[in-house]
């Protein structure tokens, strides 16, 4: 087991659990989805629209990649991030469609990166402020992030009376076919 496979089973956890969260998200009305719940990000659409956010930004960051990782508008033009609690998509059918888009990719990135390339050391600017540390660091808080506000609508979710089922990663792993 490396670093590697561990991002990699992570990156199948995100799209996992992903998929399993906007599929009972979609059952809610916008009402419900974008209610002020008092969460860090008040509802359940807007902190995934801050996990999209979040996301596209690091990968840009991993990548060097940042216009791949543009957030756009219906019209195609990139949309300026000014705070991580904007809000990319009203609309939850493209925050759906763009979370699955982002996860592809993300998926994607792990099956690229190597063991050298996370001991190397990644750069880059945050309000100003320029920040280097080695990438594995920045990988592993990118994960753990995601896992983090995932945790935040789940209890938004049972707040309401939605069973969001089994979260734990390894009921992923136990579900999934071992190489032999």
Do not use: C
């Not at 799209?15 to 906007?22: G, P």
């Not at 990166?113 to 540390?133: K, N, P």
Request: overall charge neutral; proline content about 2%.
């Amino acid at each position: 087991m490396t670093w590697i496979d561990q991002y990699r089973a992570l990156a199948r956890y995100n799209v996992w659990m992903n998929d399993r969260l906007f599929a009972l998200v979609g059952k809610l009305d916008d009402v419900e989805r974008k209610r002020d719940r008092g969460a860090f990000f008040r509802s359940i659409h807007g902190t995934l629209n801050h996990l999209l956010l979040a996301d596209r930004v690091w990968m840009g960051r991993f990548t060097g990649d940042v216009e791949r990782f543009a957030s756009r508008d219906a019209s195609g033009k990139a949309i300026e991030i000014t705070a991580m609690s904007q809000e990319l998509y009203a609309d939850f059918g493209a925050l759906s469609r763009e979370r699955a888009r982002t996860d592809a990719d993300i998926l994607a990135w792990v099956h690229q990166i190597d063991e050298r390339a996370l001991s190397g050391d990644l750069s880059y600017t945050r309000s100003g402020t320029v920040h280097a540390h080695p990438l594995w660091w920045a990988v592993g808080h990118f994960f753990n992030h995601q896992t983090h506000h995932r945790g935040q609508v789940t209890t938004l979710l049972t707040q309401m009376g939605i069973d969001p089922g089994v979260t734990d990663m390894i009921a992923m792993l136990r579900d999934e076919p071992r190489a032999p």
